[in-house]
């Protein structure tokens, strides 16, 4: 007979969460937002990389947001995997930043519009949306397609700094998820790979963080957030 226990701890999912790669305005230090932007020539060579880091994974299903810098990286990745089709969800998209979109980079002045600027998506909202895509598309829909399978199967997520750290900062705040030993949640690197393992009760760890190491050879990665 089975243990419940050990049944709860089973790992069903090994979810991908993928920062697109490298675009001009990355590099130029402007607000992008959901302006929809695609990647410069590092940002190819990034989904390139990370593409071939993914390469030997069990990828069963994945998804992007639909703005251009992240279904041309999630793309690059399914290269490696042609039965796998890349599904587009707006739920996905980096947090709406209104007027502020299309200009230059973090000041105080920003900072200040981030609280004030009715034009921006506010933070709670921002976070119902990110976690809402997990709870009805990681959860809902992805977990039960695997309740009857031995097997774990991977999810690609391909999208934006801002929803990546969102979404691991909520889930590990509302105990949904924890953090792995020696896992530090900081800045969410271009083409980076975050990995959260879900079990069979919807719970989970988080396994890595903003880990690109497969850029070594490339020698650099850009360190500025979606929103600048």
């Not at 790669?21 to 990370?50: S, Y």
């Not at 209104?98 to 034009?119: C, I, S, V, W």
Request: aromatic fraction near 4%.
């Amino acid at each position: 007979m089975t243990n419940p226990n050990t049944s709860k701890k089973r790992v069903m999912l090994r979810v991908y969460l993928v920062r697109h790669g490298e675009t001009q305005a990355n590099r130029d230090g402007i607000i992008q937002g959901q302006q929809d932007t695609q990647l410069n020539a590092l940002g190819e060579e990034q989904a390139r990389l990370v593409g071939e880091a993914l390469k030997d994974e069990e990828i069963g299903c994945a998804f992007s947001s639909d703005l251009s810098r992240a279904s041309m990286t999630g793309e690059a990745i399914l290269g490696h995997h042609p039965d796998v089709e890349l599904v587009l969800h707006k739920e996905l998209r980096e947090r709406g930043m209104g007027d502020m979109e299309g200009k230059g980079g973090a000041t105080k002045g920003t900072k200040l519009a981030l609280a004030h600027d009715k034009t921006i998506e506010s933070a709670a909202d921002f976070t119902h949306r990110v976690v809402g895509w997990w709870n009805r598309v990681v959860l809902g829909q992805a977990l039960s397609w695997q309740k009857d399978s031995e097997a774990t199967m991977g999810v690609l997520v391909a999208t934006h700094g801002g929803v990546i750290t969102t979404l691991v900062r909520e889930l590990i705040g509302s105990r949904k998820v924890r953090c792995g030993a020696g896992v530090i949640i900081w800045k969410c690197m271009n083409a980076s790979v975050t990995v959260v393992e879900v079990y069979a009760d919807g719970k989970g760890e988080l396994i890595r963080f903003s880990d690109v190491v497969h850029l070594q050879e490339i020698n650099t990665v850009a360190f500025n957030a979606d929103i600048l």
